[in-house]
Antibody, heavy 120, light 110 residues
Framework: QVQLAQSGAEVKKPGASVKVSCKAS????????IHWVRQAPGQGLEWMGR????????RYAQKFQGGITMTRDTSTSTVYLDLSSLRSDDTAVYYC?????????????WGQGTLVSVSS | QSALTQPVSVSGSPGQSITISCTGT?????????VSWYQQHPGKVPKLIIY???TRPSGVSNRFSGSKSGNTASLTISGLQAEDEADYYC??????????FGGGTKLTVL
């Protein structure tokens, strides 16, 4: 069955960096885009960007340009989200999601979420 | 890219129907058919309930239906049930190949 398994919760200090992983299984990894979506405590969903696991090309929301990097490792079917220069308002649950819409953003499977807490 | 506009909250009684609106602009919802809706229960992962404006994934109840007119998409839930109480989010593809979510709507079943 399709699964997206994310890495565990992280606690970081302001200014630090963190790398969240998302390991896909149960389907052909290079077939579908993977997106990252975050949700701050008590807030709504926010699209961060996506990566094409086949070619590695990425698109980032303007808000996150320069602050995030998405990469993939086809040998392990894993996508990574690098967050740099963390601030307290980056505290959120970060989700990866599989896109069956060819970039159109139809997320049929989601990871379980990774809580990143940023606090001094 | 500004978020799509959704009502903060809606409510209805069991058995009734409710509609949640999602308003965008010409750079997103108005000119693209890539509209989807998600249901999220507290503490849970979002669940895809509508995509391509009107299509229900396998296993999603036919009480959920979607539509779009101009720059507004809508999610209708008929025959409200207690289990429908959740947050609902719309999403649209945008002109610069990005995505945008609505701010979310909290549905209360009275």
């Amino acid at each position: 069955q399709v699964q997206l398994a994310q890495s565990g919760a992280e606690v970081k200090k302001p200014g630090a960096s963190v790398k969240v992983s998302c390991k896909a299984s149960g389907y052909s990894f290079t077939t579908y885009y993977i997106h990252w979506v975050r949700q701050a405590p008590g807030q709504g969903l926010e699209w961060m960007g996506r990566i094409n696991p086949s070619g590695g090309d990425t698109r980032y929301a303007q808000k996150f340009q320069g602050g995030i990097t998405m990469t993939r490792d086809t040998s392990t079917s894993t996508v990574y989200l690098d967050l740099s220069s963390l601030r307290s308002d980056d505290t959120a649950v970060y989700y990866c999601a599989r896109d069956i819409g060819g970039g159109g953003g139809y997320f049929d499977y989601w990871g379980q979420g990774t809580l990143v807490s940023v606090s001094s | 890219q500004s978020a799509l506009t959704q009502p903060v909250s809606v409510s209805g009684s069991p058995g009734q129907s409710i509609t949640i609106s999602c308003t965008g602009t010409s750079v997103d919802l108005s000119n693209y058919g890539y509209v989807s809706w998600y249901q999220q229960h507290p503490g849970k992962v979002p669940k895809l309930i509508i995509y391509d404006v009107t299509t229900r994934p396998s296993g999603v109840s036919n009480r959920f239906s979607g539509s779009k007119s101009g720059n507004t998409a809508s999610l209708t839930i008929s025959g409200l049930q207690a289990e429908d109480e959740a947050d609902y989010y719309c999403s649209s593809y945008t002109s610069n190949s990005h995505l945008v979510f609505g701010g979310g709507t909290k549905l209360t079943v009275l």
